[in-house]
């Protein structure tokens, strides 16, 4: 069997992360898979990326530019909207010639146009897409919200000036995605259980199937290690205890970073023995901007993409705490769990399927600053922390493994061909 797994990135961002674990998971399961991106950022033979012309910058600027427009020229939402104007044509390439299953994963930012979905649904070839955001159920947007139009038909997008119209960008996007999927069959899989039922509910994805499986994560990478070892090959202090939080971008508003500033700040007030022995690590790009805003030691840490590393820096923590507004199932949690640490977020998303409250760490009341330092503080100081950490490692083992992920796409790559092999 072959597949050929589509994703904008090879290892930038949480979909391309999960897309290339599935990758090496399918492949220790004797699957030939292959990876197709429009940034290739490794030398790996098994991950080839499409035409790396200047047309591809030309793309990616223009789909930008008609978004800006129907912005008003504003630069609020520029990139919290994608419409599929722009993209390749993968369907000529000999990767595609030759796959027997092709798996769409975050095609967005001029990856694959809508036209060329619909080329590639033409061809005949059985197409799995992995949703890491709710973008393929709804017409731009990648995160709804409190907005549920696309439960029946988007128009009036929150995200456009004046909250758009009956024909706006969002209603003209909707129907060419309705065009796109007319007639064909593709497996839609969620990674949580809260986005497959989002999709379930979208008016745009009636009649399609939609599965709900996890991401996979190498556990020989994420393991657990020695605390003082990792601080140290980090430059974190060796006594008291650290804080971490990670994201891409840490000033990305809906990561929640404002709300674990005034956590940390409640928790300073609230229990001054803290302060002295309790350190906040910062991962991501931008962290700097941070530190100031922070009661505690605060160590930017930058933004980092070796795996090992990344590792390394949940190893030095004693919590991991994750306040987004919006996720789906968030790699990070995932990761830290791997590691042994126990961790906190909104009760949003796909959260709560990772974090079992009181159990392996805490689930915090929705944008509740008072509730998160409430959980940090149950963690680093009134829980029994290594039934939380052994809780976290169990957890992983069972839902999480590379084995157990690969096995359950395989399922679905052989229902597909299978039946396509008795269609008429």
């Not at 205890?241 to 300073?268: D, P, W």
Request: positive net charge; proline residues 4%.
């Amino acid at each position: 069997m072959r597949v050929l797994i589509v994703n904008r990135s090879e290892r930038t961002g949480g979909a391309a992360i999960a897309a290339n674990r599935l990758m090496e998971a399918l492949k220790k399961n004797g699957v030939k898979a292959k990876m197709l991106v429009r940034d290739k950022e490794s030398d790996q033979l098994t991950v080839v990326a499409v035409n790396t012309s200047s047309r591809l910058q030309w793309d990616f600027l223009w789909e930008r530019l008609t978004i800006w427009w129907h912005l008003h020229l504003r630069r609020k939402h520029l990139f919290d909207i994608d419409t599929g104007l722009c993209g390749s044509d993968i369907t000529r390439l000999p990767e595609f010639q030759e796959a027997d299953i092709i798996h769409l994963h975050w095609i967005n930012q001029s990856m694959l146009s809508l036209k060329g979905v619909r080329k590639i649904l033409d061809s005949g070839k059985p197409v799995v897409w992995t949703m890491h955001d709710v973008w393929p159920a709804t017409a731009i947007c990648h995160l709804t919200l409190d907005c549920r139009k696309f439960e029946t038909a988007c128009q009036q997008c929150r995200l456009l000036p004046g909250g758009g119209s009956p024909n706006d960008l969002s209603a003209r996007v909707w129907k060419k995605k309705q065009h796109v999927l007319a007639g064909h069959h593709v497996t839609f899989v969620a990674c949580s259980q809260w986005l497959g039922s989002e999709a379930r509910k979208s008016a745009l994805l009636k009649g399609q199937d939609i599965k709900v499986i996890p991401n996979p994560i190498d556990m020989r990478i994420y393991c657990p290690g020695d605390k003082n070892k990792a601080r140290h090959k980090l430059g974190l202090p060796t006594d008291g205890r650290i804080i971490l939080f990670v994201s891409q971008r840490v000033t990305n508003r809906y990561k929640g970073m404002q709300y674990l500033v005034e956590a940390c700040n409640l928790l300073a007030k609230e229990h001054a023995d803290v302060d002295g022995d309790t350190a906040v690590a910062i991962l991501g790009g931008h962290a700097e901007e941070i530190t100031d805003q922070l009661p505690f030691q605060s160590y930017p840490l930058g933004y980092v993409n070796d795996e090992k590393r990344i590792a390394e820096v949940y190893r030095a923590a004693d919590v991991f705490v994750l306040p987004s507004l919006s996720e789906n199932l968030p790699n990070t949690i995932m990761e830290a769990m791997a590691c042994g640490v126990p961790c906190v977020g909104f009760r949003i998303g796909g959260i709560p399927e990772e974090i079992d409250h009181r159990q392996n760490g805490y689930v915090a009341d929705y944008q509740s600053a008072e509730d998160l330092a409430r959980g940090i503080h149950y963690v680093l100081d009134e829980a029994p922390y290594e039934t939380l950490r052994q809780n976290c490692l169990q957890k992983v083992a069972h839902n999480y493994s590379q084995q157990s992920v690969a096995k359950q796409y395989i399922d679905i790559y052989e229902s597909m061909l299978q039946r396509k092999r008795i269609q008429p």
